[in-house]
């Protein structure tokens, strides 16, 4: 049933959409949003990753970054401060994920920034958007103005069917590979697209004017392969697809190499790089690629039926007294009938197919260490 | 007829046996069941104690004994088939079976119009 949560809660453009919808509505990061809508949440996942799920992300941060200079490669420059990514490196129209981080090498936030040619446009966590823009604001001013977009819903249509929906509105987002990001028309309207998700399925994420933001989305759930999903689907998603949440798996106590996020960071910012360091932390982070990290993030794969859950302390042994690490997010992956979870183990344990011991209802449930993602990623990358 | 708990369990009783299950207001509220973790046969339970575990994609919950008593059988079709207990809460989606210990214990439990004023 639909029912009101708190009164103080911000909603999105799309408020009334989802309560029409019927949708389940709780309180996340401040906003009061869908969490499910009567279909459910295995049918909203198993959806997703064969035809198409429509999600309202518009509570995230979307922030455009410009320099005062008007050239982007000093708004670049500026931004690197901050995070460890190559930003200087980014070509126009294409996005990439990053990190900004504290002098401890911890992680402050999980981001994406995209070069519109003549700004940057920063995608950020809704928990953490005030925050990141204070810290924006503190560290770039001088050089950047920092512009939160406030009047903008941010929708994400996700799944194999995706691309064959949008391109019946415009056509030219079939060129358009994994991370690409173009201002297109949609329904008469400029909106800013680009080919990127949090579920592992290709997908876009299209950020467009609030008052046109509803007309959009029930325009697109005429399309029978179109199924609004909710919050849950998005989590069990994005756990399957191995994709980290913030304030559960990354956090400022944890580094970007424990995280296994090292992949995030360019070349050019790393030890020897033309760039290299300059970005808060950056001497652990950089000595951690290089001499690896203490502890990392891995799969785990509980054995039998029952869910371990995020916050469950591991053991190296079934016997253990100390823990070794904690599970960080865990649950059903529904594609894939089981349950699967992320955690820290130490880098002894690291491998797969390493078998630990999870706290589970005052038993020790044992888990493998296993590869991530836990499905398939089916990015368009070419 | 059924009788209910407030934690929204319902039981339904034939002769010392209590059949146990979660509401169909339960089970909504849940969402969609991926596990469900029944006691053993043979376990004496009191009246409140954690007997099963349900659990959503999201969350785990606990199922209480609505009276003292020993398991006597568990609905192992639920074990494989979470999702029964979406589909027929009060049906095949029973999770296990109590031998009454006390009587008189059944005098708290509540009738329906009881139960559905609690969640109104």
Known sequence: MAQATEPLLKRTPLHAMHVRLGARMVAFAGYDMPVQYPAGIIKEHLHTRTAAGLFDVSHMGQIIVRARSGRLEDAARALEALVPADVLGLAEGRQRYALFTNPAGGILDDLMVAHLGDHLRLVVNAACKDTDEAHLRARLAEECTIDPLRDHALVALQGPSAEAVLAAFAPEIRSMRFMDIRTLHLLGEACVVSRSGYTGEDGFEISIKADRAAIFCDTLLQNANVMPAGLGARDSLRLEAGLCLYGSDLDPATTPVEAALEWSIGKARRTGGARSGGFPGAEIILGQIDRGAPRRRVGLKPEGRAPVRGGAALFGRADGAVPIGAVTSGGFGVSLGAPIAMGYVPAAQATPGSRLFAELRGRRQALQVCPLPFVPLRYKRA | ?120
């Open chain 2, 1 to 120: 007829m059924l009788k209910f708990t407030p934690d929204h369990e319902w039981v339904r009783l034939d002769g010392d046996v209590a059949t146990v299950g979660i509401t169909n207001f339960a089970q909504d509220k849940l969402g969609d069941l991926v596990f469900v973790e029944l006691p053993s046969v043979g376990t004496k339970l009191e009246k409140g104690a954690a007997a099963a575990i349900v659990e959503s994609v999201k969350a785990a919950s606990d199922v209480y004994a609505p009276v003292s008593g020993e398991v006597i059988e568990v609905n192992a079709k639920v074990g494989n088939e979470p999702a029964l207990v979406n589909s027929a809460p009060t049906g095949e989606g029973w999770l296990f079976k109590l031998k009454i210990a006390d009587a008189t214990e059944l005098a708290a439990l509540l009738d329906e119009a009881a139960y559905n004023a609690t969640i109104a």
